[in-house]
């Protein structure tokens, strides 16, 4: 790899960093899934993965030594960015909670962009989610949403995260 196209690298690293307002780090490694050596795009939380391509794509049109097609997406996310994610995405149509609680991590994650900017109320909720588990967002825990959102309906589990952020003793998940 030329030095011309190690710069380019962190230009267009600078360039995703600065509009999407997220740290965003290009390192050229092996892939996971066998097919060679290919950039990675690494950020947290931010944008989906969809909108990062979009726009990546949009800023690597005119530089050729940057294949898209072979670049590879690597978003990872805080446990607070996760859980805020859950309840954003739930919200957004509560009859997602029909589904498996199981994939709601999953399909939130890839849903939801800029779950660390959810704000200050978002925020709490999702630390009074995370007060119920020793990690990130599981399937106890989601379970226990569940429960509650069959129980007292969504405007119940809202109060219910509202009154464990101010300090209500938060439900202990079985394990």
């Known amino acids: 790899m030329t030095a011309n196209v190690s710069r380019r690298a962190r230009q267009l690293a600078a360039q995703l960093s600065e509009r ?26 931010g944008p989906t993965r969809h909108q990062m391509l979009t726009l990546a794509a949009s800023l690597t ?18 446990a607070l960015g996760e859980a805020v994610a859950v309840l954003v995405w739930l919200n ?4 997602r909670a ?10 939130a994650r890839d849903h939801v962009s800029y779950p660390d900017q959810g704000g200050e109320r978002w925020s709490r909720r999702g630390e009074a989610v995370l007060s119920m588990t020793r990690g990130g967002v599981d399937l106890a825990v ?12 969504w405007a119940g589990v809202l109060e219910w995260l509202d009154g464990i952020a101010l ?9």
């Not at 999407?20 to 390192?27: A, K, P, S």
């Not at 029909?98 to 399909?107: I, K, M, Y």
């Open 167 to 175: 300090g209500d003793k938060p439900l202990r998940v079985a394990r």
């Open 92 to 95: 957004e149509d509560i009859e």
């Open 61 to 78: 049109e005119d530089v050729p030594s940057i294949d898209i097609a072979r670049v590879r997406l690597a978003r990872s996310h805080t």
């Open 20 to 45: 999407t307002r997220t740290t965003v780090r290009l390192e050229y490694h092996d892939s996971i899934a066998g097919s060679g050596r290919a950039w990675h795009i690494h950020w947290t939380d």
């Open 98 to 107: 029909d589904l498996f609680p199981g994939v709601w991590p999953e399909f």
């Open 142 to 153: 989601c379970r226990a949403i569940d429960a509650r959102i069959r129980a007292e309906g």
